[in-house]
């Protein structure tokens, strides 16, 4: 994925992502997509506020503590439940439901998602979507 990178110290964020999750989904608006489900790759980017790279910061860069990142296995469990919930027609509806979830986390500042579907055609690697949206009061890294 070819992507920015959303890490940046002087934004004070750090760059959470899952690339290249595979994942078999009832998505398509052909008769034969909703009767079989399909590979698709996701990839999810998140720029997340780092509250290690503040200057002075109480908190120490080093600490080990779970509670102060974005899990990116919770981010991942997500995924694979938005995915598996029903029949989409659109890998921009799905898009969007993962763009969504990812931004329920206060500290995620933006997000970029892009989802293939791996087998369409046979002479073509992959077809699909990427999205980028930012949190309520927040701009696009």
């Known amino acids: 994925m070819d992507s920015p990178r ?15 999750m595979i994942l078999h989904a009832s998505i398509g608006v052909h008769a034969h ?4 489900r399909q590979r698709i ?10 509250d290690g ?3 002075m910061s ?17 981010v991942a469990n997500r995924a694979r439940i938005i995915v598996t919930s029903g029949h989409v027609r659109l890998v921009e509806t799905l898009a969007e439901r993962l763009a969504e979830a990812c931004l329920e986390d206060s500290r995620v500042h933006s997000v970029r998602v892009r989802v293939e579907k791996l087998d369409v055609f ?6 699909g979507v990427e999205i980028e949206r ?5 701009t696009v890294v």
């Not at 997509?33 to 079989?36: C, I, Q, R, T």
């Open 6 to 20: 959303p890490a940046s110290a002087a934004k004070r964020l750090r760059h959470v992502f899952l690339h290249d």
């Open 33 to 36: 997509e909703h009767a079989a």
């Open 41 to 50: 790759r996701l990839n999810l980017d998140l720029a997340v506020a780092d």
């Open 53 to 55: 790279a503040a200057p």
């Open 58 to 74: 109480r908190l120490a860069p080093g600490r080990d503590d779970l509670a102060r990142v974005v899990d990116y296995e919770a």
């Open 122 to 127: 046979p002479d073509v690697g992959s077809v």
């Open 134 to 138: 930012c949190s309520a009061g927040h």
